[in-house]
């Protein structure tokens, strides 16, 4: 018996035409509650499925963002979740170094396996699970690992989780960062007891999770490791004696840390003032700090502190060799008289009076950075203990000009430490925030067009939008019979079969699942993913689907189901969009040509695939195809012509 027709234009079903029209045997009260409960019971185990694995995820996410850069805590968070929720009895998760994998983390595990996986790294067995997954990085199922390659040819990991674990069903997921193998998670039932995709899935997501834990945790660090570098730089040029504590307490204020250097050295050495340049050129020198000077040479300095000193003058003397040099008696050595036109140094004979002068450079490795200057006015030259003296405060001196780049720099890098530190907990909760959404998105609407929402940042492609697309509308033949006369459970098991090859060959074809109803089924293409050749594309995969559904139909009809299958085509132009009401949406198709391939489809015998005009056009080289005739659908003006696609045909496109 021949289906009721299918639209998604109007929220009632359509009847059909008087010609076509079959008696329907209405379903009992009991089967139609029964039914009803089991699909209920059904939407709840799944809700609470998808929100315990929500929960999940949102749970490692929070540990990862709190881990602080370690590691194990996630580790054991995620083996934890993953047992308990995919109902596992124990885990492992082991990092690949590119030879081998090594343990990190266990759950669950005997403390014989976990002991032998610490003490030995695994190199797995050629035709292992593990290697596997090095060679294609995807995740690996086996069914029962106690009859499998590895362990019946000696790999000692595989046979020591059957020896000492008692592993049956094993499931390896790799993490992989950047196309790069990191590590796996493995997690294990006791029985041969396959894990379902949705529990791999959930599996890959906590290997995702693991590696930006890996990350995060290689990000802090690293920011650590700079940050512990910089303070034991700073530590060992900090000096414990007094002027460096006012070096420590001067925060990078150089002209306070030289004014007490020069006071400290000026009153013990018994100095009159004191001077300290810092070179600026092969031959010149900027005075930056003075002690005690006599008020014309500090006036003088002031509005002249660059200085080039005569090549025999003291200070010349200490920019050309690099080394300590003493004049006892400044105004009677003939150099004073001889100083060149253009050169500075006569100025401290008469603005300042000086007469014994002691000029200490200031080193470091062996460059010159400046000098350290005190001055007599009397002829009393300074001894060797007072030249060490200043000696000391000209290294001080140095320390206190890197100790000031370095807390620049490490002022620098604090901010660049915090940047960092704001950018990982951003992408940690942007990283969060997508993955609630993507789980929101993907209860509710097709998986095409939640991920092309999530990648795009917009919810825009929800938006009402018209676009010219190929539908395509599929149901089983003789289905209201064999629901009405059947258990619900057989009829709940049946759609299970269907559904899944229905499903698993939209996928395949790119195909967009705009929904569900028993067992009609409606698939467009061109939206939300561009699609080249729609039409051609959706022939394709009706081909692929007669055939695959055919299989099935052969299952059935050796258990006494007499089922068949059609499909209708149709393209055009239709408004898409979401339609429904907070917390539960739908993405639909609405217009004329929905409403033609679904009348297409109840126009269709068992194993026919009818299409329109316009995609019979399109396809025309590429598939072998009969005309039906002429059909009067309902909602349709004029008769169309209706052909049946035979097979393809590669050759008429040559």
């Given at each position: 018996m021949?289906r009721?027709?299918k ?28 039914q ?11 809700l ?14 929070r ?18 979740k993953a047992v ?54 995807q ?31 094993l ?12 590590g ?33 945790a ?43 250097m ?7 050495c ?20 003075m ?29 050309a ?79 206190a ?5 370095l807390?620049n ?7 660049e ?53 190929t ?36 996928v ?6 705009e ?32 055939t ?12 006494g ?15 898409l ?7 539960r949406?739908d ?25 329109s ?12 195809v ?16 209706t ?12």
């Open positions: 021949r009721q027709s639209t998604t234009a109007t929220k009632t079903r359509s009847r059909k035409p008087a010609a076509i029209k079959r008696h329907r045997t209405p379903a009992s009260p009991r089967h139609a509650d029964r009803s409960s089991q699909s209920n019971d059904q939407l709840s185990r799944e609470d499925e998808a929100r315990e694995q929500q929960a999940a995820t949102t749970d490692v996410l540990i990862v963002s709190a881990s602080s850069g370690e590691v194990k805590p996630v580790f054991d968070a995620i083996l934890n308990r929720i995919c109902d596992a009895k124990f885990a492992n998760l082991s990092l690949y170094d590119g030879e081998a994998f090594r343990a990190a983390a266990f759950h669950n595990v005997s403390p014989e396996y976990a002991e032998a996986r610490l003490r030995q790294p695994w190199r797995p067995h050629p035709r292992s699970g593990g290697a596997k997954i090095v060679r294609t990085k995740p690996v199922q086996i069914d029962d690992v106690r009859t499998s390659s590895a362990y019946h040819e000696g790999d000692w990991n595989v046979r020591a989780l059957v020896d000492m674990g008692g592993a049956r069903t499931l390896l997921v790799p993490m992989v960062k950047d196309n790069v193998l990191v796996l998670i493995g997690i294990y039932h006791k029985e041969v007891r396959p894990f379902t995709d949705k529990q791999i899935d959930l599996v890959k997501n906590f290997a995702a999770q693991a590696v930006i834990a890996i990350e995060n290689r990000l802090l660090n690293e920011l650590r490791q700079r940050t512990t570098d910089l303070a034991e730089s700073l530590e060992q040029q900090t000096a414990t004696s007094e002027v460096l504590k006012v070096i420590a307490g001067s925060q990078g204020q150089l002209e306070l840390v030289f004014s007490a020069l006071e400290n050295a000026t009153r013990i018994g100095a009159k003032f004191g001077v300290l340049y810092l070179r600026e050129g092969e031959d010149t020198a900027r005075a930056v700090a002690h005690g000077a006599p008020q014309p040479f500090l006036e003088e300095r002031r509005r002249n502190p660059v200085v080039r000193p005569a090549p025999g003058t003291v200070l010349g003397r200490v920019l060799t690099k080394q300590t040099v003493q004049n006892a008696d400044f105004l009677n050595d003939a150099r004073y008289f001889d100083i060149p036109s253009g050169y500075s140094g006569s100025l401290l004979g008469k603005l300042a009076g000086a007469r014994t002068i002691l000029s200490v450079p200031m080193l470091k490795s062996e460059v010159l950075i400046g000098a350290f200057s005190i001055y007599r006015q009397e002829v009393r030259p300074f001894t060797d203990k007072q030249i060490d003296l200043v000696k000391n405060f000209a290294a001080q001196a140095v320390i000009i890197d100790n000031t780049r807390l720099e490490l002022r620098e890098r604090t901010q430490v915090v940047k960092l530190n704001q950018q990982l907990e951003q992408r940690v909760a942007d990283q969060v925030g997508q993955i609630e959404r993507m789980g929101r998105l993907r209860r509710f609407l097709p998986p095409q067009v939640a991920d092309l929402i999530v990648a795009s940042g917009t919810e825009k492609q929800l938006e009402s939008h018209r676009r010219e697309i539908a395509l509308f599929c149901d089983l033949r003789g289905f209201t019979g064999f629901s009405e006369n059947s258990d619900p459970e057989d009829v709940m098991a049946l759609l299970r079969d269907y559904h899944a090859a229905i499903g698993e060959i939209v395949k074809y790119s195909g967009t699942l929904r569900f109803a028993g067992d009609g089924v409606m698939v467009i293409f061109n939206d939300p993913v561009p699609v080249e050749s729609p039409a051609l594309q959706a022939v394709l995969m009706a081909l692929d689907m007669r695959s559904i055919g299989a099935l139909i052969e299952k059935w009809r050796d258990l189901h007499e089922l068949g299958f059609g499909i209708g085509i149709a393209h055009g132009f239709a408004t969009g979401t339609i429904g009401f907070e917390g949406f993405y639909a198709a609405i217009g004329t040509v929905s409403n033609v391939a679904s009348r297409l489809c109840d126009e269709a015998k068992p194993g026919q695939i009818l299409i005009p316009r995609v019979r056009q399109a396809v025309d080289k590429a598939v072998s009969e005309p039906i005739g002429e059909f009067t659908l309902k909602g349709i003006r004029r008769p169309m012509m052909y049946n696609v035979l097979e393809s045909s590669p050759s008429k496109s040559n």
